[in-house]
């Protein structure tokens, strides 16, 4: 419910944000933006981009935006031993994990320029600075259980949830095909630098991180985009 809730958002914003920036004083002019686009990095990431923001005299672009993993990321050890070639890449450096999930939440600013504005063939150079909420969730077995003192056939299966936020930042350009004055369609490239490490020293302080690749959400990306608003 969560992630639908996450991209919810998403769309209403690029939708609210035509009616909210409407100005036209002083070449001002405002723009929604959708965007879905795939990480090329460890199994390939889904992600849902919207936001909005001012054109300042049809060449500097201001905006902002909200991003999510348009499905969390997600290991199991059962889809492993029963149907390998559907697992994706392990994602824990725990080697008692059963299971472990994954979620990113973005909101950040977006600053670019817009070349050849007034042509139907065009080119947006931008940059994003984001804020990233990623959610860990693990089950794993706790090897440290006393069997026979605590009347365990069976260790345990544990429960980890950890929050963790940083930073990251994305270049990104758009080949932008525009239809009307109100509509474009963007091809879009980037690469986005983020090194996430998250850890639980009091659990496992042999484990520095828990992420069996601290750029998992960082790397080279590609999508589509639909820009409107007062273009």
Known sequence: ?????????????????????????DGIRGYGSLE?????????KSYTDGGGGVIINNNIIMGIYVSALTRPYRWDLFTVLNNPSNALPRLTNNEYSTNSTITNFDVGGRFGFNIAPAKSVQATMSIKIGYSTINYLESYIDISAD????????PPILELDITHYNFNVSPQLDVQFKIGKAFKISLISGYKIQSTEINQKDLFPDIDNLLS???LFGGSYFGIGFVFGNL
């Not at 419910?1 to 004083?25: G, H, Y």
């Not at 686009?37 to 390939?44: A, P, Q, S």
């Not at 069997?147 to 069976?154: I, Q, V």
């Open 147 to 154: 069997l026979e003192n605590d009347n365990l056939e069976y």
């Open 36 to 44: 879905f686009i795939e990480l090329d990095t460890y199994g390939g």
């Open 213 to 215: 690749e601290s750029s």
């Open 1 to 25: 419910m969560k992630d639908w809730n996450q991209l919810f958002m998403i769309i209403l914003i690029s939708v609210l944000t035509i009616s909210v920036l409407k100005a036209q004083n």
